[in-house]
């Protein structure tokens, strides 16, 4: 009896022979810097290697569709850079003749996705380039995550989605900078009375108390806007992880099961029996009533025909007296 197969990501092509070749144990952990844009991925504890091979193709492939014109090889910034019409001629020229010696080789490529290892168990990042919007990326991921519909992108490892609009230091005046930013599309751009609420999340961090993160954020928001814990409009996600603090502002938080892609799946999957189960049992019923006119033999059934045809001619005939015969009885 052969071995049996693990099922991996339906519709990423390549993503099991990734899983193969990925040893997400080797590297060793790195630092998320500021200005980053990205990701934070939940796992099951161990599967993070997995969730690297298998998820990365899935950003890929909602990269692909949401930007076009984005190469996943880099080749946009290797091609932006050496057609740079502010280049001067000797710069030019030295460059050349370093590629004609065969020292001017290219860099390794760096497309618009990395994955980052953390030093945290059951989690992953995803770094994004610009001008790849990761709040953007999560909502298009949720929606297909919801559609049971064929070709939907499906996950075995990825559990709960995080986008980060900026990083920054995760102090005071670091999630202040990170602030300034982040919010101001949303609240200080001409906008009144803008409903909101705030969700901060701690990993290995315990220098900013949960407290304090939500007055700091709060007042940097100001006052010309309210809290509403129950119906906001918008939702501020603040992530720290060590020394690193992450922001985003993001919509439909509850409607994606707070973006929970491996809930999503279940729950699409979980209607889509049952409205297959509905049409089993639609299809049951109707069976016998089909079976039954079956068994009739076809002359039968022709009979029946013929008499139900003869009956209505009767009544036809039988309504216009039957009215006149009122008629005559009112007169």
């Not at 952990?29 to 934070?40: D, N, R």
């Not at 770094?127 to 790849?132: G, N, R």
Request: proline content about 5%; some cysteine.
């Amino acid at each position: 009896m052969g071995k049996r197969q693990r099922d991996g990501a339906s519709g990423q092509g390549g993503a099991n022979k990734k899983a193969k070749s990925f040893n997400w144990k080797k590297g060793a952990p790195a630092v998320i810097e500021p200005g980053w844009q990205g990701i934070y991925v939940t796992t099951d504890r161990g599967r993070e290697g997995a969730l690297v091979a298998e998820f990365t193709p899935i950003l890929e492939q909602c990269v692909t569709k949401l930007y076009p014109n984005i190469s996943l090889d880099g080749e946009d910034e290797e091609k932006a850079a050496g057609s740079d019409d502010d280049e001067d001629i000797e710069a030019a020229i030295k460059r050349e003749l370093a590629e004609a010696k065969g020292q001017g080789q290219k860099k390794k490529k760096s497309g618009p996705i990395t994955p980052v290892k953390l030093d945290v168990e059951c989690v992953a990042f995803f770094k994004l380039k610009f001008p790849l919007v990761p709040t953007d990326i999560v909502t298009a991921l949720c929606e297909t995550a919801s559609s049971a519909s064929a070709g939907s992108i499906r996950s075995k490892y990825a559990h709960r989605l995080t986008p980060v609009t900026k990083t920054g230091k995760a102090t005071l005046e670091g999630l202040k900078e990170v602030a300034k930013d982040v919010l101001a599309p949303y609240f200080h751009s001409g906008q009144e009375g803008v409903k909101f609420a705030i969700r901060p999340t701690t990993r290995n961090h315990n220098t900013l108390k949960r407290d304090e993160i939500i007055k700091t954020v709060a007042g940097c928001v100001g006052p010309a806007h309210k809290v509403d814990l129950k119906d906001y409009d918008v939702l501020i996600l603040v992530e720290l992880y060590k020394n690193t603090c992450g922001m985003s502002v993001v919509k439909d938080f509850e409607k994606y099961k707070r973006f929970n892609f491996g809930q999503l799946q279940i729950d699409a999957s979980q209607t889509e029996e049952e409205k297959t189960g509905r049409s089993t049992e639609a299809v049951k019923a109707s069976k016998p009533a089909a079976d039954k006119v079956a068994e009739k033999p076809a002359e039968d059934i022709k009979e029946e025909k013929v008499e139900a045809a003869e009956e209505k001619e009767v009544t036809a005939e039988t309504a216009e007296p039957a009215e006149e015969a009122s008629k005559e009885e009112k007169e």
